[in-house]
């Protein structure tokens, strides 16, 4: 199973990106694509169009809930990687793919790869990890 990060979805709507081609090539696979609800709330604060919102929401169903138990691994990750300002987002985002034991698609890998000891894994474009 595959979770998208924010940055990923964003550039995957955008036709004939490396984030576009991984997807097509992940539901061509039969591979499970989804996205948290924390990575939609923040796709969702735009800017973009309805036609983006619909086609995201068709392609990746409803967004895997944020649970409690996901809040409290926020915290230690939030605790275990130096309490950086604005990082809470990424930390929630984290929680969740390592709950689902997903591994986590992004197009920003600094702001992730410091979850990897945490149990989080990473596909990331910047590095070409497929």
């Not at 609800?37 to 919102?53: M, N, Q």
């Not at 130096?82 to 992004?106: E, F, H, K, P």
């Amino acid at each position: 199973m595959i979770h998208l990060d924010t940055s990923f979805l964003v550039r995957a709507l955008a036709a004939g990106s490396v984030e576009e081609a991984y997807i097509r090539e992940w539901l061509s696979a039969g591979t499970p694509v989804r996205v948290s609800s924390v990575s939609w709330a923040e796709f969702l604060c735009g800017p973009l169009d309805d036609a983006h919102v619909d086609l995201a929401a068709q392609a990746f169903g409803d967004p895997v809930a944020f649970t409690g138990e996901d809040g409290a691994r926020s915290a230690r990750l939030f605790h275990l990687t130096g309490r950086r300002r604005g990082s809470l987002m990424d930390c929630m985002i984290a929680a969740v793919a390592i709950r689902c034991d997903a591994a986590l698609a992004t197009s920003n890998d600094t702001d992730f790869r410091r979850f990897e000891s945490a149990g989080l894994t990473i596909v990331s474009t910047r590095t070409n990890g497929r």
